[in-house]
């Protein structure tokens, strides 16, 4: 399974992004699907999740900013950045936890400048 994430891009702050992750290859029995964020000099954190059965989570930083959304069927999800303010400066990961393992995306980089 190989998950590819796109999206991220350079925008001023109060702009939107849209991040997409797709997985390919054997895709079967995916369950939780998520986002995380690793900004510079600072540890990987869970951004949000979003389960099989279509339950959302979310850090306290980005609730009602940033909505997860996806199927995890297909080994599709996406991250809908809204409001943006340069602490979201990050790059941004997706996860998928399948039945083989879990399975990292390489991250895309999303940067707000003030």
């Known amino acids: 399974v190989q998950l590819q994430a796109s999206g991220g891009g350079s925008v001023q702050a109060g702009g939107s992004l849209r991040l997409a992750c797709a997985a390919s290859g054997i895709i079967r029995s995916i369950g939780l699907m998520r986002w995380d964020r690793q900004a510079p000099g600072k540890p990987r954190e869970l951004v949000a999740a979003?389960?099989?059965?279509?339950?959302?989570t979310y850090t306290d930083s980005v609730k009602g900013r940033f909505t997860i959304s996806g199927d995890n069927a297909k080994g599709t999800v996406f991250l809908h950045l809204r409001n943006l303010t340069p602490e979201d400066t990050a790059a941004y990961y997706c996860y998928a936890d399948t039945s083989l393992g879990g399975f990292w995306g390489q991250g895309t980089l999303v940067t707000v400048s003030s």
């Open positions: 979003i389960s099989s059965g279509g339950e959302t």
